[in-house]
Structure formats: structure tokens, C-alpha cells
């Protein structure tokens, strides 16, 4: 549930005291605006000085009075019905009851309605299925989310799932230039090393799959510039000595969907996923 202050839920009240005062011209009904929802075309009906009191969304929306007659809906077409009337009852009482296969819905809503509160709400609510929903978009378009400032600006613990999951469609040398790049951008912002701010997510990078000039490379570069913790790549180097996957306990070696084969992934004997 979302509540608001006490201070709120006075406005609150004086909006609804108003808008109760007002009556559409001839219906003879407090409610005086009507609006046509989703896809489905629910009408919803509602009280025009109270959501104008409560969103600035709908103050603008509604701005202009009705005319003489019947007025013609408010057409929302973009927003599903449930999502919209649970937004109608955070505006009327403060509150809201979600539910888990339409709390996204919701959260588009408060967002295009700059309805904070209920956009907090909703997130924490739904923020298992969010997370869900962001992990296999950028599952999908692996290539491009790496190259945005979005993805440098991740937190350390949304990092980490995408880094866990098999699913990416990107090759593992992409996701290691990646992840350089967005502990440098975090060193700079947290005035930390580069190697500190890596620590909680590069254990989730899969050397093994590397190539050994590439695996050569990255330890030269690692020595200029320090990311990955010596051992992790001394782990790395066993599996290729060794021509075994499991060679090093710890080490993961399962390839993703966007690995590139090479020579040595015959030695790992694990299935592309």
C-alpha cells in the first residue's frame, strides 16, 4: 500500500469537499468527467476538480471547462483499465492495492502521471519482476546496452545478475572491456580504485573462456592497470593447461549465448545454452 502525509491527505480532502460542491452541467452527477481507458474502452468516471487538485498531469489534461451539453470522454488508450483505476484510487484515498501481474502497468502509469509516491510504490512492489523483465531486454540486446551510459552508471548488485546469466549475446572479450569500462567509471565517481570497484562483480567474469593470447593479454593489461583479483586468472590458466572445465572449482566456464567458439571450448564439455 502507499500512504502519504497528513498534510497530504488534508489537500486530499479539501479536493474531494470541492469537487463533491460540483455537479456536471445537467447530469445531475458529482462525477464529471468521463474518460475511455485501453484498449478494452472502459469508461471511467471521475471527479475533474479533484484530479486536477491532485495531478498536475490531469490539471493540465483538464484545464479547459466543459461546454454546454454532454462533454466528450478523455481518451487514454495507452494505459490498461486495471492500471489506470488503481491509479484513480491513490488520487481519491492515498492508497493503493497492487497486484503482481499488473504492477508494471502501474508503474508506467505513475511515471507518465509524475505520480512519485505510487511510482516508489510500484517499483519496490513489483521490483522482483522489474528486475526480471530489465535482465532479459538486455539479454536480448546485449551489444547495445554495453555501449550505453545506462549500463556504466549500473550499481554493483544490478550488475550482477547480468554478469550470472547465460543468456547474454555478447562474446566474453566484449563483457571484460565492458565491465573495465564501468569500474573506471565508478573509480572516477566514488574516487575509489579501479580494483576495488570491480571486486564485487569480476568474479562473475568466465576467463576460462578466453583464448590463451587473449587470456596473455588481459594479465598484461591487468598488471598496467589492475581489475581482476591474480588468482581469478591463475584459475583461468588451469582449465587450459589442464583442457579440463572444471579443472579450477570456482571458475566458471559455462558458455553464454553470444560466446564465439574457439579452439579450447571442445576441452570445457559443456553445451552452449
Known sequence: HASRSPSANAASRACCARAASQR?????????????????????????????????????????????????????????AEAFLVVLEFLYTNSAKLQRHSVLEVLT????????????????????????????????????????????????????????????????????????????????????????????????????????AELSALEEQNRREPLIPVEQIVEAWKCHALRRGDAARGTPCRRRRGTLPREHHRFLDLPFK
Not at 445537467?26 to 474518460?35: E, L, P, Q
Not at 550488475?159 to 562474446?171: A, E, M
Open 109 to 212: 502509469a505513475a511515471v507518465e502521471y509524475g505520480l512519485e509516491e505510487l511510482r516508489e510504490v510500484a517499483v519496490t512492489f513489483g521490483l522482483g519482476q522489474l528486475q526480471e523483465r530489465c535482465v532479459a531486454f538486455i539479454e536480448a540486446h546485449s551489444q547495445e546496452t554495453l555501449r550505453t551510459r545506462g549500463f556504466l552508471e549500473l550499481s554493483a548488485p544490478a550488475l550482477l545478475p547480468l554478469l550470472r546469466s547465460d543468456k547474454l549475446c555478447v562474446d566474453e572479450a566484449e563483457l571484460v572491456l565492458a565491465a573495465r569500462s564501468w569500474a573506471r567509471v565508478g573509480a572516477a565517481v566514488l574516487e575509489r580504485p579501479v580494483a576495488e570497484v570491480a571486486a564485487p562483480v569480476v568474479r562473475e567474469l568466465r576467463l576460462a573462456l578466453l583464448a590463451p
Open 24 to 80: 456536471s452541467p445537467g447530469a445531475g452527477s458529482v462525477r464529471d468527467v468521463r474518460f475511455v481507458v485501453g484498449q478494452e474502452r472502459q469508461e471511467v468516471f471521475a471527479h475533474r476538480c479533484l484530479l486536477a487538485c491532485r495531478c498536475n498531469f490531469f490539471q493540465r489534461l483538464l484545464s479547459s471547462e466543459p461546454g454546454p451539453g454532454v462533454p466528450s470522454p478523455v481518451v487514454l488508450s495507452t494505459v490498461p
